[in-house]
């Protein structure tokens, strides 16, 4: 942990070893569209450890299990889970259930925690087409609360099926961080990420993470240059020890985040609380107390 400068909380597995993509063509060219990045060849997990190994980095890997409402093969977490494992030094294994396999769904949880060494959940409300309050996924949010691993939900818009007719099929309304707000009521216990700048939801987002004491915000996704000024604010006082640092890697990198990042005005005791020592302790890493304290 010393010798790490930063905790990515938010990078994708995008490629399974077999070639297989974790979005069909048509999502994952609509959303290459919107952030710029055509034609992008998406690296393997073993490239993803090279590229944070190289720069002193942890990153946290997961992919999209959205299967119910897409009809798209997942990639299989098992696969990112041992792939990550053979990089331990640097990637983070987290893992995605669509909650809408049931008890499936929960007794794959189990075994990805307890078997797999998975350490946290994604969930994509909006691609798996679910509201993250619906009773329906509460056994697998129970199961996740019991594992004491984290629970990370997209929140706000998504380039996602952004431009195609219909969206392609994708509601925005269920990545609404209010919704989440049940989950955190209803699971007192359940350590929960809001991932990204939540647009158009920001306030929602930060009032939330305000009243919920297990309720965390990531940055990833957007440039921190195009960061709303309260959440800037809030990262720099109330929140301070609850915000993350996220990339959203491959499709924004870690170096274009980390320099405009370095434009913010924060306070120097902030900055290493958002890059490597709130998610250090959010994640069960090993990391000095009173080293975070002092810094």
Known sequence: ?????????HTHAEVSKDGHASLSPELLKASEK???GHNHRQPTIDEMAAYYRERRMAAVVFTVDAEHATGHPRIANEEVAANCAEHSDVLIPFASVDPWKGRAGVLEARRLVEQHGVRGFKFHPSLQGFAPNDPMAYPLYEAIEELGVPALFHTGQTGIGAGVPGGGGIRLKYSNPMLVDDVAVDFPELRIILAHPSFPWQDEALAVATHKPHVYIDLSGWSPKYFPPQLIRYANSLLQDKVLFGSDYPVITPDRWLADFEALDLKPAVRPKILKHNAARLLGL?????H???T
């Open 1 to 9: 942990m010393d010798e790490l400068v930063a905790i990515d909380v």
């Open 34 to 36: 919107y952030f710029g």
């Open 286 to 290: 090993a990391v000095a107390d009173d």
């Open 292 to 294: 975070a304290e002092r």
